[in-house]
């Protein structure tokens, strides 16, 4: 997700532009287990520049996802710092089709190769 919001920023705020793509390079070294708790540092000392001076909301999105990630998941960043992943998950994120405006709710693929995400 920290990837997606760093490939759709329009890079007209450098903090923007610049702030995701260092965000998401420090969650790469987390998940590949080539990270340090200064590579957690780094991505919270990110936060406080990311939503300086910006356009619109994508960069406080950015901030909000990965630092309640953060708060919310300690445990499982500590353990990526310390080895492989003990955690076997592969989670099902379904494709979002539209968003059907009557009924305020999103519309999702029911295809099964649209469910795991890879």
Do not use: M
């Amino acid at each position: 997700l920290s990837n997606f919001l760093a490939q759709e920023s329009c890079g007209q705020c450098v903090p923007c532009k610049s702030g995701g793509r260092i965000i998401t390079e420090h969650l790469y070294k987390i998940e590949n287990h080539e990270a340090t708790q200064d590579n957690i540092d780094a991505i919270v000392n990110e936060f406080g520049k990311i939503t300086n001076q910006t356009r619109c909301f994508l960069p406080t999105e950015e901030q909000i996802l990965i630092s309640s990630l953060l708060e919310k998941f300690p445990e499982e960043f500590r353990a990526h710092l310390a080895g492989p992943c003990p955690y076997h998950r592969n989670p099902e994120l379904p494709l979002i089709d539209s968003f059907d405006e009557e009924a305020h709710q999103f519309k999702y693929t029911a295809k099964e190769e649209h469910l795991v995400w890879k």
